[in-house]
Every structure is written in structure tokens, then in C-alpha cells.
T-cell receptor, first 116, second 111 residues
Framework: GAGVSQSPSNKVTEKGKDVELRCDPISGHTALYWYRQRLGQGLEFLIYFQGNSAPDKSGLPSDRFSAERTGESVSTLTIQRTQQEDSAVYLC??????????????FGPGTRLTVL | QKEVEQNSGPLSVPEGAIASLNCTYSDRVSQSFFWYRQYSGKSPELIMSIYSNGDKEDGRFTAQLNKASQYVSLLIRDSQPSDSATYLCAGASGGSYIPTFGRGTSLIVHP
């Protein structure tokens, strides 16, 4: 079966421009997560979606970051007015809906964002 | 105290040896635990999950959980150069869908 897909795989943009990253989770996975991973660093949680519930946005670093998800389908992460410190790999993961098994996540290949 | 802590390494072991990766955690993430492997330039891949005290074995991998001492470990038997990667430990509390990841331990298996 298909895994988590993300697009684009690479994005180079100029400082100040907006970017939109896309994630398509595994079918049937109601939970969806976005993470940021800077070079040589650990995973930084950004936002969590669970079905039609209000998302947990506690990890978003600033109001330039936003994300949407319609139901249990595709999600988009938008970064407005990009800054050089936004350069990182943005990872999307999905899992089944469970407080214990929510940690059993399946990651997409990531989008490498470079802000010049 | 960080919620999930790992030694960044690198941990270097010879081929065929047992690699032992350790992770300590705080009370806040004390219910379920997960080990992920991340090859350089790739995304994390789930290896093992463990929910109760004791050992859980899957092929060459064994996860060990000790809730009294608040640590979880991953043993890799008969280590191969292809096991060289960063290993991420993650923990979640009973009421949270959001696991907390450690910074990862770099493992190098040399021939």
C-alpha cells in the first residue's frame, strides 16, 4: 500500500516569499503530524491533527506558520514571509487514532526547504 | 530535565557485536515508548514499540523498558554496517497523542 507522501521534495525560495507544503497521509490514519528537523538536530513538533477535532498548534514557532487539513485527508503547511531560519526538512507523519499507538508514526520522505 | 534524553554519541561498535542504545525519560512521558531509525538524509522509520515493563524482541532487535528506573533501551544483536544510523527514542503519556522525541543517538557499526 501507499505510504505517506509529501510534495514538493525540495523547495528553494527567497526570503520573504510564502511557501506551501503538502502531505498525503496513509489511508485510514486519522492522526497527522508535522515536524521540522534542522540539519543535525532532532525532531521539532509543529502541529497535530486528529480527525475533525481542533488541531493542536502548540508547536508552531510563530504566526507565520499555519496548517490545514480537511477531514482525514491531505494537509498543507504554509509558511508566510519565509526567513532563513525556516530552512529545514519538514516531515509529515500519520498514525492511527490511539493515545498509546499514536506514537507509532509513519513518516513521509520530507520536504527540504531552503530559504535564500 | 528534558522529557526524553539520549546520549548523542556516536556509539561505535564492531560488526557482529551487540549495540546498546539507551534513553531516559521523565514522568510526563511514561506510558508508551518507541524506537525509530533514521538513516542520514532520510526520514525516521519505526522499529519497535513497547508498552509494558520487560523485554520485547523482534528479530535482531530487543527493546527493554524499566519504568521503575525510567529508562528504555534498544539492543541490536549481530550488528551490521547497515545498522549505522541515528536511533530516536520517543515516549508518550497515557493521555497524549503527541509523542516526545529524544535528540537521537548516532550508531556506527564498523567492519
Amino acid at each position: 500500500g501507499a505510504g505517506v507522501s509529501q510534495s514538493p521534495s525540495n523547495k528553494v525560495t527567497e526570503k520573504g516569499k510564502d511557501v506551501e507544503l503538502r502531505c498525503d497521509p496513509i489511508s485510514g490514519h486519522t492522526a497527522l503530524y508535522w515536524y521540522r528537523q534542522r540539519l543535525g538536530q532532532g525532531l521539532e513538533f509543529l502541529i497535530y491533527f486528529q480527525g475533525n477535532s481542533a488541531p493542536d498548534k502548540s508547536g508552531l514557532p510563530s504566526d507565520r506558520f499555519s496548517a490545514e487539513r480537511t477531514g482525514e485527508s491531505v494537509s498543507t503547511l504554509t509558511i508566510q514571509r519565509t526567513q532563513q531560519e525556516d530552512s529545514a526538512v519538514y516531515l509529515c507523519a500519520s498514525s492511527i487514532s490511539s493515545t498509546s499507538r499514536g506514537g507509532e508514526q509513519f513518516f513521509g520522505p520530507g520536504t527540504r526547504l531552503t530559504v535564500l | 530535565q528534558k522529557e526524553v534524553e539520549q546520549n548523542s554519541g556516536p556509539l561505535s561498535v564492531p560488526e557482529g557485536a551487540i549495540a546498546s542504545l539507551n534513553c531516559t525519560y521523565s514522568d510526563r512521558v511514561s506510558q508508551s515508548f518507541f524506537w525509530y531509525r533514521q538513516y542520514s538524509g532520510k526520514s525516521p522509520e519505526l522499529i519497535m514499540s513497547i508498552y509494558s515493563n520487560g523485554d520485547k524482541e523482534d528479530g535482531r532487535f530487543t527493546a527493554q523498558l524499566n519504568k521503575a528506573s525510567q529508562y528504555v533501551s534498544l539492543l541490536i544483536r549481530d550488528s551490521q554496517p547497515s545498522d549505522s544510523a541515528t536511533y530516536l527514542c520517543a515516549g508518550a503519556s497515557g493521555g497524549s497523542y503527541i509523542p516526545t522525541f529524544g535528540r537521537g543517538t548516532s550508531l556506527i557499526v564498523h567492519p
